[in-house]
């Protein structure tokens, strides 16, 4: 159908033992790779389906860690990707051929499970510490973007693995342009947030990544990264008419539009509007903290998110949670703010729940230069009676890559995009 779907090259795609002494080729027995990403996964992934009549799983041997390294040329550029055997599976063998499937993981993934997060971090910026981790506990160099947070914690690392403790930190953190921190005088019966709060930690090819859910769904304050507005690739549905047209590579060969909003689901989980009563063993006060939709967000974001209009809904909270906080733990001066301050995670269940509000899933030729927390343009036809007259305004518009996969073989190099936003129409 599309050259960007078919013409693809193999450099090299070798497998090496653990002793480092042993390296074979996979290029000649290499049936299918596929490769993903997931903005709700620390770390990268890849599978590769092998087909040989040498028996690589005895003759290596492969009995994991073995590392992969995965380099290839296709339409839309060069792969490159090292990786490391987690398991085999799907093996078999017969009529002297034997296929078995290669489970890939970066060497971070590894890394994690022995090595723990088990001293204290002192009262700094959450970002500081995501930084620290990665590159202290980790020892990873592979570091995209790491977002300011407008928030600081204190808080032990309690012998946890690294990827957990990084996850835990994303829905506890405050972007600088979500509006600050929660607003309320200390030990006040009730106490008002201000601002949007949540931060995801997830891996991409550029590295890993710790960003607000603000700046990564966000129309007008795009942030540094491959995001820039010129670096957006736009693709439209709508069928193929000229053969070899360089603009086939911008086509969506597949799409089905996942979900929408689920108002059942956004009032069970506090998303309009939620109440947290927090317990302070220091004080031994229980302070309320009262979080509306409405007054987190910004003019601007009300009316793209038709948030305005649900003002039945916001006025009352939907959900009520109880917290023991932390503040004041281990010393007299090296604990947590007091409990007033401490409501991102209140603020947090709004902002994640209107990112995946809406879900749309595309199949496109493989454009290798896509990433997990990218932006991508998609138009679609408004039908009316049966034909595609205009675009449609609705559905068209900005999309976050959530999850991502490129799919190598012989006949098919195609890209699987599933998308998410939060706004409606063209921006």
């Not at 799983?57 to 040329?73: A, M, N, S, T």
């Not at 409405?294 to 305005?308: H, I, W, Y």
């Amino acid at each position: 159908m599309l050259q960007a779907t078919t013409a693809i090259k193999y450099n090299t795609v070798n497998i090496t033992s653990r002793d480092g002494e042993k390296t074979i080729d996979l290029t000649n027995a290499l049936v299918e790779t596929n490769y993903f990403e997931d903005l709700l996964s620390p770390t990268l992934s890849a599978t590769l389906t092998i087909a040989t009549s040498y028996d690589i799983i005895e003759g290596l041997p492969i009995r994991g860690g073995e590392k992969v390294v995965i380099d290839l040329q296709v339409a839309s550029g060069r792969f490159q990707q090292a990786f490391r055997v987690y398991k085999v599976s799907d093996a078999s063998l017969q009529k002297q051929k034997e296929t078995f499937v290669l489970n890939l993981v970066p060497e971070e993934h590894f890394t994690n499970d022995y090595v723990r997060v088990g001293r204290k971090y002192q009262y700094f910026p959450i970002d500081t510490h995501v930084r620290e981790i990665i590159e202290g506990v980790l020892q990873s160099n592979k570091i995209g973007v790491i977002e300011e947070t407008s928030n600081s914690l204190t808080f032990y690392g309690n012998m946890k693995k690294p990827f957990h403790i990084l996850q835990w930190l994303g829905p506890q953190s405050v972007s600088l342009t979500g509006g600050g921190e929660g607003e309320g005088d200390e030990g006040s019966e009730q106490a008002e947030t201000k601002g949007t709060a949540g931060y995801l930690f997830y891996q991409n090819s550029a590295g890993f990544h710790f960003r607000s859910v603000d700046s990564l769904a966000s129309k007008t304050r795009i942030q540094e990264s491959s995001s820039d507005p010129e670096d957006i690739f736009t693709y439209s549905a709508g069928e193929v008419t000229q053969a070899n047209n360089i603009k086939n590579s911008q086509k969506i060969i597949d799409y089905v539009f996942e979900k929408n909003i689920d108002m059942r689901k956004s009032l069970r989980t506090g998303m309009y509007g939620n109440t947290t009563l927090n317990f302070s063993p220091e004080t031994h006060e229980v302070t309320v903290y009262a979080y509306t939709l409405q007054d987190a967000l910004n003019k601007k974001n009300k009316e793209a998110l038709g948030s305005d209009k649900n003002t039945s809904f916001s006025d009352a909270p939907t959900r009520m949670m109880f917290n023991v906080s932390d503040e004041g733990f281990a010393s007299a001066n090296g604990g947590n703010e007091s409990s007033t301050s401490r409501t991102a995670r209140s603020l947090s269940f709004a902002r994640y729940n209107l990112l995946f509000s809406q879900g749309l899933n595309i199949l496109i030729p493989c454009n290798t230069k896509l990433k997990a927390g990218d932006l991508v343009r998609c138009l679609f036809p408004e039908l009316q009676g049966g034909h595609a007259t205009q675009t449609d305004k609705s559905r068209s518009g900005l999309y976050l890559i959530k999850e991502l996969r490129h799919h190598f073989s012989a006949n098919q190099n195609t890209t699987s995009l599933k998308l998410v936003r939060d706004t409606y129409g063209i921006q």
